[in-house]
């Protein structure tokens, strides 16, 4: 793991039947120079561009200055906060064709990723140790996912299905063409089109090549999410059902102990409450360095309530399942994870009962979007010939909560921890290592 030389990454950002983009500076295809605005489609199996078909086309900068544009970038995928974009990258940009579209590649090196991905992960008005510690999670990340992508690739072990259960996580097995995508669903990443302030900058450089190791000396999976609700969650509660050493259940503060929230009561008593945690704050000026220009559309999310009617649920879980359950008598907790997320939940219809899992596949299914989080209790209201009218859920925090929670770690920051000591709270028994210079 020591003396690499800084690796490059291959970047999914865009496809579509037809892509438009413009060359901001001079890239070469096949030895010829190209600038200004481009546009190219699908033609049966090959690229359509300027007249020609192509397998695939590579555009490479000539200067380091480069640049492209692509229009029409989806951000926020299946996310309230979805909406298109004209981004701006630097590198390489690559067209192939997958499934009908063509699919937009950025290759670059590593750290100018960063720069990237921390300027849209998080606010340049955040406190350098909180931006440190990001860089070197989200090196950690991409590095231990780009390894695991060559041990693994074909293999789509993400799906379990039987009679009376269907279980479900979503993680990259799905990324067969590029290391990495642009959206949530791996990084924020969002090129240049976010200036990296100089303060970002200061932190990935400060950082550049170190990364979280296990006690094996193996690069750390370091997962994130923006509000763990006071509980951090483990691994295998969101993802397959293999353990990693360094992503523990835990309270998110200095002290206290968190009760055994996979028992029930105790995991309804918590989510209802609200207790004392890093995460547990109202400070605007804080949740300004975590939540970016979109991400402040939404609130209330360390405890947060959602209500539907029979109707509205009914329909919802029947259209974002495939699956007719006629009315919504419960939703039972089946199984929850040690942070109180549910992991497995029954639906119980009056034409279908179901059993889902895990936690992203719960969220998917019982919002237009997704759920803040799989940590909710649910309340049911105006029964009418023993079937509820009104359902009310009440959950906490915001994503899977595993590994880092960028709330936490802004207010560590802000308290004066520094980037070890946020990075050490959220991944016991992890060590910091540097693997290039």
Known sequence: ??????????????????????????????????????????????????????????????VPAASFSLSDVTIGVNFHWERKETQTFLGTLRLITDGGKVLAINRLPVEKYLESVISSEMSATSSLELLKAHAVISRSWLLAQMDKSRKTKGEKPAFVCNGNEILKWYDREDHDLFDVCADDHCQRYQGITKETSPHVAQAVGATRGKILADSMGEICDARFSKCCGGAVEEF???????????????????????PDL???????EWIRRSPEAFCNTNDKRVLSQVLNDYDQETSDFYRWHVAYTQEQLSTLVAKKLGIDFGEIIDLVPMERGKSGRLCKLKIVGTKRTLAIGKELEIRRALSENHLYSSAFVVDKYDYRDGIPQQFELTGAGWGHGVGLCQIGAAVMGERGYGYDRILLHYYPGAEIKQIYR
């Not at 049966?44 to 086309?57: A, P």
């Not at 509660?237 to 968190?258: F, I, M, Q, R, T």
């Not at 996979?262 to 309804?268: D, I, L, P, Y």
Request: aromatic letters at 10%; hydrophobic letters at 35%.
């Open 262 to 268: 996979t028992v029930e009561a105790n995991a309804q």
């Open 236 to 258: 295998q509660y969101c993802w397959e059902d293999a353990p990693k050493s360094y992503l523990k259940a835990l309270v998110d503060a200095e002290h206290g102990e968190l």
């Open 1 to 62: 793991m020591k003396n690499q030389k800084e690796p490059e990454v291959a970047v999914g950002i865009v496809s579509g039947e037809q892509i438009r983009f413009t060359l901001n500076g001079p890239y070469a295809v096949q030895g010829t120079e190209f600038t200004g605005a481009q546009s190219v489609e699908i033609s049966g199996e090959k690229i359509l561009w300027n007249g020609n078909m192509y397998d695939e086309l590579l555009f490479e900068p000539l």
